[in-house]
């Protein structure tokens, strides 16, 4: 018998397959959220449930601080969006690309429980707890495998860094900052 993969994964055997295959327990409890940027991302995608591989879909809880919890700037390469919130209030956003005039806009809004924010495919978004109580969230993404690219980690926190004259060049900035910037980043992803 051969081994089957789709899209990297591999194929369980119809006849192999159990509930197990398609469940994720636990989204019901809140989730730690004393990480430096004061938030916690539960993803459940192909990884966490092999039955979603093909299906074209995944999901996430995120858990906020109060004051300024954030799911930090980041795009999903393979997958739009959709987040409602449960509890709290989010300030959210995402930058559009390619307008006719070169430019990327803003756009933003603030969120109550049961408010529901679209983020699309690839474009750079965030969340922000702008209340004074938790605030929890809960995401589909058009993808079992959506990808994230946490932007600040991934230009700051490379492993091998990035020569930092690209990046003093790239953000008209002093080198200090960059060094510093690697520093606090690099040391974060590499523990």
């Known amino acids: 018998m051969h081994a089957v993969f789709v899209n990297g994964k591999f194929c369980k055997d119809p006849e192999q397959v159990t509930a197990?295959?398609?469940?994720?327990?636990?989204?019901?409890?809140?989730?730690?959220?004393?990480?430096?940027?004061?938030?916690?991302?539960?993803?459940?995608?192909?990884?966490?449930?092999?039955?979603?591989?093909?299906?074209?879909?995944?999901?996430?809880?995120?858990?906020?601080?109060?004051?300024?919890?954030l799911n930090p700037p980041h795009t999903h390469p393979r997958?739009?969006?959709?987040?409602?919130?449960?509890?709290?209030?989010?300030?959210?956003?995402?930058?559009?690309?390619?307008?006719?005039?070169?430019?990327?806009?803003l756009i933003t809004k603030v969120l109550n429980p049961g408010d529901v924010f679209v983020f699309p495919v690839g474009l750079i978004h965030f969340q922000l707890n702008v209340g004074k109580t938790n605030a929890v969230a809960f995401a589909s993404l058009s993808s079992q495998n959506p990808g994230v690219i946490t932007i600040a980690k991934a230009v700051f926190g490379a492993d091998p860094p990035i020569n930092p004259n690209v990046l003093t060049k790239a953000f008209q900035v002093d080198k200090k900052v960059v060094d510093y910037l690697q520093k606090q980043l690099w040391t974060d992803n590499n523990n």
Do not use: C, M, W
């Open 79 to 105: 997958a739009t969006e959709i987040l409602v919130v449960v509890e709290g209030t989010l300030y959210v956003g995402f930058v559009t690309s390619n307008l006719a005039n070169g430019d990327n806009r």
């Open 20 to 69: 197990k295959d398609f469940f994720f327990p636990g989204l019901n409890v809140p989730r730690d959220t004393s990480s430096a940027v004061g938030s916690n991302v539960t993803a459940v995608n192909v990884a966490q449930i092999p039955g979603l591989n093909t299906l074209g879909i995944s999901f996430a809880r995120i858990d906020f601080a109060p004051h300024g919890g």
